[in-house]
C-alpha cells in the first residue's frame, strides 16, 4: 500500500498551474482554488478538466451552476491564493477585484487568463471526482507570467534550462 505522504512527496515534483473556480450563489461569492486542472482536454468542443476532493464544501455548490468561471493565477498572486483557499469561507473575496457575468460566473479581473465554462461531465476518481468543463468565452493577456505550484511552494517561472 503507497502512503498518502510517498504519494505527495512524489508528486509534488510535477509542477502545476493554479486556478480559481468561483461562480455567485444566491448574491455570494463562492471559490475554489485548484491545482488539479488541466487545459488542452479537448479543443472541438474545448475542454478542460479539473479533480475536486469529495470533502470539498464549496464543490456541490458550484457544481450545479450554468456558469463557472476559471481563471489562471499569475506571478505575483500567491497571496491571492493562499486567501482565496482560506478555511475562513466567507473572507475568501475581501478586497479582490472581481467581475461577474449575467450568469454569475466570477472571474478575477487580474489573471493571466480567465473563461466561463459549464459542465461537461463527471467521473468518479477514487477520493475525488473527475469533470470535464466546457470553455464557453475566454481572455488572455499576452507576455503575462505564470504561477505555479511545485513542491509545495508558489513559484515564478525562471528561465527554462532546457
Ligand atoms: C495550491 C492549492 C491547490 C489546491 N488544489 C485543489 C484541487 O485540485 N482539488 C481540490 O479539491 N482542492 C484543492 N485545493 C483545496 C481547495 O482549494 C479548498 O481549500 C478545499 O476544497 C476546502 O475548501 P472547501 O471545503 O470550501 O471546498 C487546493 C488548495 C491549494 C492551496
Same mark, same amino acid.
Not at 477514487?126 to 481572455?139: A, F, K, P
Given at each position: 500500500?503507497?502512503s498518502?505522504a ?7 515534483h ?7 473556480? $468561483?461562480?455567485e450563489?444566491?448574491? $455570494?461569492?463562492?471559490a475554489?482554488i $485548484?491545482?488539479?486542472?488541466?487545459v488542452g482536454v ?6 478542460v ?6 470533502t470539498s464544501?464549496?464543490?456541490p ?5 450554468? &456558469?463557472?468561471?476559471?481563471s489562471?493565477?499569475? &506571478?505575483?498572486q500567491?497571496s491571492i491564493t ?5 478555511t475562513d469561507?466567507?473572507?475568501r ?5 472581481i ?7 466570477i ?10 465554462t459549464?459542465?461537461?461531465d ?8 473527475l ?8 481572455e488572455?493577456?499576452?507576455g ?6 511545485? &513542491?509545495?511552494?508558489f &513559484?515564478?517561472?525562471g528561465?527554462?534550462?532546457?
Amino acid at each position: 500500500m503507497l502512503s498518502e505522504a510517498t504519494l505527495r512527496e512524489a508528486f509534488s515534483h510535477f509542477p502545476q498551474g493554479v486556478v480559481l473556480v $468561483a461562480a455567485e450563489i444566491d448574491g $455570494a461569492p463562492h471559490a475554489l482554488i $485548484a491545482s488539479t486542472f488541466t487545459v488542452g482536454v479537448s479543443l472541438d468542443p474545448p475542454l478542460v478538466s479539473l479533480a475536486v476532493q469529495h470533502t470539498s464544501q464549496t464543490w456541490p455548490l458550484l457544481r450545479d451552476r450554468p &456558469r463557472l468561471g476559471v481563471s489562471l493565477l499569475g &506571478r505575483g498572486q500567491s497571496s491571492i491564493t493562499r486567501q482565496l483557499a482560506s478555511t475562513d469561507r466567507r473572507s475568501r473575496f475581501a478586497g479582490l477585484d472581481i467581475t461577474t457575468d449575467e450568469d454569475g460566473a466570477i472571474t478575477l479581473r487580474s489573471a493571466p487568463a480567465r473563461m466561463t465554462t459549464s459542465f461537461h461531465d463527471q467521473m468518479p476518481a477514487g477520493d475525488h471526482d473527475l469533470t470535464l468543463l466546457e470553455v464557453r468565452s475566454i481572455e488572455s493577456v499576452p507576455g503575462a507570467d505564470a504561477m505555479v505550484f511545485h &513542491r509545495s511552494t508558489f &513559484r515564478g517561472l525562471g528561465d527554462l534550462d532546457g
